[in-house]
Nanobody
Framework: QVQLVESGGGLVQAGGSLRLSCAAS????????MGWYRQTPGKQRELVAG???????NYADSVKGRSTISRDNAKNTVYLQMNSLKPEDTAVYYC????????????WGQGTQVTVSS
């Protein structure tokens, strides 16, 4: 049973920074990739940043230049460093893991709230 546990969310002022962490446990298989999504009420969940096993990354235009996704393969943990936060970054952030052979996340974390005050 794979579990993804996020941490690091919270309340921060605009212009501040947060570092989200997602620790994966319960699987002996490596993930092909991991990512961070976010969702606000009434909107679809959107990809914020992703990283594949080879280390390549991709970012949503809205966070490009302000956020960095990284991965510690030995710890099966993925991080999202977010800087210069804006009120529009306020959302619930979800960690996701992709299994080999699938283009959609196979596992989700429970979500962590990020609130950016103006």
């Amino acid at each position: 049973q794979v579990q993804l546990v996020e941490s690091g969310g919270g309340l921060v002022q605009a212009g501040g920074s947060l570092r989200l962490s997602c620790a994966a446990s319960g699987s002996s298989f490596s993930f092909s990739g991991m990512g961070w999504y976010r969702q606000t009420p009434g909107k679809q969940r959107e990809l914020v940043a992703g990283i594949i096993s080879g280390g390549s990354t991709n970012y949503a235009d809205s966070v490009k230049g302000r956020s960095t996704i990284s991965r510690d393969n030995a710890k099966n943990t993925v991080y999202l460093q977010m800087n210069s936060l804006k009120p529009e970054d306020t959302a619930v952030y979800y960690c996701a893991a992709y299994m080999y052979g699938s283009s959609r996340p196979g596992y989700w974390g429970q979500g962590t709230q990020v609130t950016v005050s103006s």
